[in-house]
């Protein structure tokens, strides 16, 4: 049963410290997706990637969010310093490329920032 | 300003009734609108796409059309149940076919039996 998988699946941490989440896609997928969902904006585009390649990441603050695919199986974004801001769910999705083609969405890593 | 507005007030409906949910949008000429759901603590996941060329599409209770004059989709559920309760999303091509979209912030919709 394919899905996408991403860790942690909770994380608390103190203003100032570095985050890192991971996602890994489904296999074959070649488009991979960083959302941040939070109450009042609802689900943000962050940065996207093709073949691994960064296509967008104008939705992502430059100054201490970061985003990489070290390989076709892992997907990373780091927040660096943190600021209890950045509070809210980061998803991850993977989709083949092709238009209108559906995104598989992982669970999620709910961040807390205190 | 591009702007995606769906009814952020949660929707309530009798089970067996019919839920109609709105995405309305603005300054969009979208290829192609989606609809998720999304269960609580859970990434939304995929129901229906419908094209810019399409008017409507169905897929067993579900039914989703695209007026691109009136720049609106409605979602409909036929014969609801308690088991449809969810956040349901809708999503707009803002890239000319890349995949990339914009979610709209969602309804809730509570079936009560």
């Known amino acids: 049963d394919a899905r996408v998988t991403q860790t942690p699946r909770d994380k608390v941490t103190e203003m100032g410290q570095e985050v890192t989440m991971r996602c890994q896609p489904i296999l074959g997928h070649n488009t991979v997706f960083w959302y941040r969902q939070t109450m009042m904006q609802g689900l943000e585009l962050l940065a996207y990637?093709?073949?691994?390649?960064?296509?967008?990441d104008s939705g992502m603050p430059k100054d201490r969010f970061s985003a990489e695919m070290p390989d076709a199986t892992l997907a990373t974004l780091k927040i660096q310093p943190s600021e209890p801001r950045d509070s809210a769910v980061y998803f991850c999705?993977?989709?083949?490329?092709?238009?209108?083609?559906?995104?598989?969405f992982g669970p999620g890593t709910r961040l807390t920032v205190l | 300003s591009q702007k995606i507005e769906q009814n952020s007030e949660a929707l309530n409906i009798q089970e067996g009734k019919t839920a109609t949910l709105t995405c309305n949008y603005t300054?969009?000429?979208?290829?192609?609108l989606q609809w998720y759901r999304q269960d609580p603590g859970r990434g939304p996941v995929f129901l229906l796409l419908?094209?810019?060329?399409?008017k409507e599409k169905r897929k067993e209770r579900l039914k989703v059309t695209f007026d691109t004059t009136l720049k609106q989709s409605l979602f409909h559920i036929t014969a609801s149940q308690p088991a449809d309760s969810a956040t349901y999303l809708c999503?707009?091509?803002?890239?000319?076919?890349?995949?990339?979209?914009?979610f709209g912030i969602g309804t809730k919709l509570q079936v009560i039996p």
């Open positions: 300054n969009y000429s979208p290829a192609y």
């Open positions: 999503a707009l091509d803002r890239s000319g076919g890349y995949q990339k979209v914009t």
């Open positions: 990637f093709r073949n691994r390649a960064p296509l967008d």
């Open positions: 419908i094209r810019e060329n399409e």
């Open positions: 999705a993977s989709a083949l490329a092709g238009e209108g083609n559906e995104q598989f």
